[in-house]
């Protein structure tokens, strides 16, 4: 009896250390939030509701329909919205709003329907793991699972804050993509061991 207990204790103390060690967000994170809506909302709708980018159309027509309306950027920047595109086909594509900067590799959003519920993701966080650093891959926590998830998603770029005249200051003000990253050459390898999925 005494082994049993000493190995059912030993089997807890792993789960607590493996637990520790799970794939997330940096340290600082207090938890984003999923809340239910009476009607179930579309990212499109959202976005535009919390952003001053003012679109109207499928996600996958964001980025066109932003060409000389307002500042387009390969990089980040609170109150921008982030366009992912060609993730379930061709003319499939998501919108979410950038609402903190978090560091090079990290950002936070909030949108809508992200797992097809027609729910409101707050807070939630997105991971560039492109292999140049370069914001054109990402993958995104899955606030439900408590994980990151495991597809990477293609990024098309973000659109504002501002008018066209920014894009061009902003893409000037940008940091080279670093061309030497060998974390994210793994992470863009699927090395990472996230097993969540979105």
Excluded at 67 to 96: C, I, K, M, N, Q
Excluded at 106 to 115: F, T, Y
Excluded at 174 to 190: F, M, N, R, V, W
Aim: overall charge negative; proline content about 6%; glycine content about 12%.
């Amino acid at each position: 009896m005494v082994g049993s207990f000493v190995r059912l204790a030993a089997a807890a103390a792993f789960c607590l250390i493996a637990a520790g060690c799970a794939s997330g967000p940096g340290d600082e994170y207090s938890g984003g939030n999923v809340q239910s809506s009476d009607n179930p909302l579309q990212c499109v709708p959202y976005v535009r509701a919390h952003s001053s980018v003012n679109l109207y159309g499928d996600a996958y027509t964001w980025w066109d329909q932003a060409d000389g309306r307002f500042a387009r950027s390969g990089t980040p920047s609170e109150g921008a919205v982030l366009v992912l595109f060609a993730y379930a086909g061709p003319e499939r594509a998501h919108v979410a709003v950038v609402r903190k900067v978090v560091s090079g590799r990290e950002i936070r959003v909030d949108h809508a329907n992200w797992l097809d519920d027609g729910e409101i993701y707050l807070d939630d966080p997105v991971e560039d793991v492109s292999a140049a650093n370069d914001w054109s891959l990402v993958k995104v926590f899955n606030l439900k699972a408590g994980a990151w998830g495991s597809k990477a998603y293609p990024v098309q770029g973000f659109i504002g804050p501002g008018g066209p005249a920014d894009s061009d200051m902003r893409l000037a003000a940008s940091p080279a993509p670093q061309t030497s990253d060998p974390i994210g050459g793994l992470i863009a390898a699927g090395q990472d061991g996230d097993d969540a999925d979105n």
